[in-house]
């Protein structure tokens, strides 16, 4: 059974940064692409960035760009999401996810397994 276990959350104010990070264990077969997604409160969750583990590309969505970085230490079996310049909006819970197949990033049922979730909240 796929286990993550993410870290790195907190309360920032705007214009700060933070860097999550998930690390995966417990699993057969090989990782396709790891995942985050994010849910704030009365929202439905939304993909934020995911990376593909095999070749190391990253995707994002676009409100994300520029501003997140998705990224992974193989040896560690562990993804980072570095963000920056965060944004009131940012606020929600950010969760981690697993995925052992190809196919769009930022759809939640492409993912198997999914971490705790971990708080970020951004203050004006």
């Known amino acids: 059974q796929v286990q993550l276990l993410e870290s790195g959350g907190g309360s920032v104010q705007a214009g700060g940064s933070l860097r999550l990070s998930c690390t995966a264990s417990?699993?057969?077969?090989?990782?396709?692409?790891m995942g985050w997604f994010r849910q704030a409160p009365g929202k439905e969750r939304e993909a934020v960035a995911a990376?593909?583990?095999?070749?190391?590309?990253?995707h994002y969505e676009d409100s994300m760009k520029g501003r997140f970085t998705i990224s992974q230490d193989n040896a560690k079996n562990t993804v980072y999401l570095q963000m920056n310049n965060l944004r009131p909006e940012d606020t929600a819970v950010y969760y981690c996810?697993?995925?052992?197949?190809?196919?769009?990033?930022?759809?939640?049922?492409?993912?198997?397994?999914w971490g705790q979730g971990t708080q970020v909240t951004v203050s004006e």
């Open positions: 996810a697993w995925s052992p197949r190809y196919g769009p990033f930022y759809v939640p049922a492409q993912y198997d397994a």
């Open positions: 417990g699993y057969t077969g090989s990782t396709k692409k």
């Open positions: 990376i593909s583990t095999e070749i190391g590309s990253t």
